[in-house]
């Protein structure tokens, strides 16, 4: 079983359309969840964090469902800037290496006029 | 300017040949990475350091040497390169301590190319 996985998609959804990201991670112990952004062609950017009581960063709402290890990313009213791949990743828990990130292989998304 | 550079931004080479992709941050950054990016694989970790002088293995080292010898540089050697090192390589610095400082913030990338 990957360690973090996520639908590819693409997603192809019209502007204004609300659209919902989901993710799954296998190890129990994982102690820090994001959603990073990566752009075609350029680096990965941090989208937001995700924390266990859930959060909302404008359009943008991340929940975190620890018992069944799946993590979501609902973004509202999309905007064609909203097109990009969308990066769930996780960091393990306590000790050697913790501080190391598992990407999973993103899920794209395009917003159409 | 300050931030995270990575240089050449692009590089063709060829098998068997040495190479080095340089990585430099103008943060203070205690920790660095580096990932490569390929289709069907996504970002995967190859090497990483917490401080000048200490490097680890991360998912893929094979076939890869790192340094440190200051904080704000940690480029990557590869040995003698293949054509299975094709690929997109990020670099990556974050300042450890939880909370929002465990963002990590990418270089632009180096594609490479091995013919």
């Known amino acids: 079983r990957k360690e973090v996985e996520q639908d590819p998609g693409p997603f192809n959804v019209p502007e204004g359309a609300t659209v919902a990201f989901n993710c799954t991670y296998s190890?129990?112990?994982?102690?820090?969840f994001f959603w990073y952004r990566q752009d075609c062609r350029k680096e990965p950017k941090l989208l937001m964090s995700?924390?266990?009581s859930g959060n909302e960063d404008g359009r943008f709402t991340a929940q975190l469902n620890r018992a069944s290890q799946y993590i979501s990313l609902l973004i509202r009213d999309s905007k064609l800037s909203d097109s990009a791949t969308y990066l769930c990743v996780v960091r393990a828990g306590s000790g050697a290496g913790s501080y190391q990130l598992t990407f999973g292989k993103g899920t794209k998304l395009s917003v159409i006029p | 300017d300050a931030g995270i550079t990575q240089s050449p931004r692009y590089k063709i080479t060829e098998t068997g040949r040495q190479v080095t992709l340089m990585c430099h941050q103008t943060?203070?950054?205690?920790?660095m990475f580096w990932y490569r990016q390929d289709l069907g694989h996504g970002l995967r970790l190859i090497y990483y350091?917490?401080?000048?002088?200490i490097t680890d293995k991360g998912e893929v080292p094979d076939g890869y040497v790192v340094s440190r010898s200051k904080t704000e540089n940690f480029p990557l050697t590869l040995e003698s390169a293949t054509r299975s090192q094709t690929s997109v390589y990020f670099c990556a610095s974050s300042e450890w301590g939880g909370g929002p400082s465990e963002t990590q913030y990418f270089g632009p990338g180096t594609r490479l190319l091995v013919l």
């Open positions: 943060w203070s950054h205690s920790y």
């Open positions: 350091s917490a401080a000048a002088d």
């Open positions: 995700v924390y266990s």
């Open positions: 190890n129990s112990a994982s102690q820090s």
